[in-house]
């Protein structure tokens, strides 16, 4: 199983950039995903997940910013990110959950919920 992030690089403040994260070895349509984000000298962060249902969460700081989708027919997980800032500076993971049972709510952004990672996308947001 793996998945493939790609779509990150260096953009100026204010610009969009849509990461995307291609699932291979294992269909993910019926499964949680998530995107996670890692600031240099930080812990890995929650960003944004969806469930197989189509519901979907958010880090309060990302909400109305950036949107998470999926499109089950290529097995993609996709993150829009809108008017970004220095501080959206990182390097941007997606992950699955390896079992079909939906995960409660609250845990939609706990790093244990999920059981594969990408290699991580490095976004670079300049001033």
């Known amino acids: 199983v793996q998945l493939q992030a790609s779509g990150g690089g260096l953009v100026q403040a204010g610009d969009s950039l849509k990461l995307s994260c291609a699932a291979s070895g294992r269909t993910f349509g019926g499964r949680a995903m998530g995107w996670f984000r890692q600031a240099p000298g930080k812990e890995r962060e929650f960003v944004a997940a969806s469930r197989a249902n189509g519901a979907t969460y958010y880090a309060d700081s990302v909400k109305g910013q950036f949107t998470i989708s999926r499109d089950t027919t290529k097995n993609t997980l996709y993150l829009q990110m809108r008017s970004l800032k220095p501080g959206d500076t990182a390097v941007y993971y997606c992950?699955?959950?390896?079992?079909?049972?939906?995960?409660?709510?609250?845990?939609?952004?706990?790093?244990?919920?999920?059981?594969?990672w990408g290699q991580g996308t490095l976004v670079t947001v300049s001033s």
């Open positions: 992950a699955a959950r390896s079992s079909l049972t939906s995960p409660i709510a609250s845990t939609m952004g706990q790093l244990g919920t999920y059981d594969y």
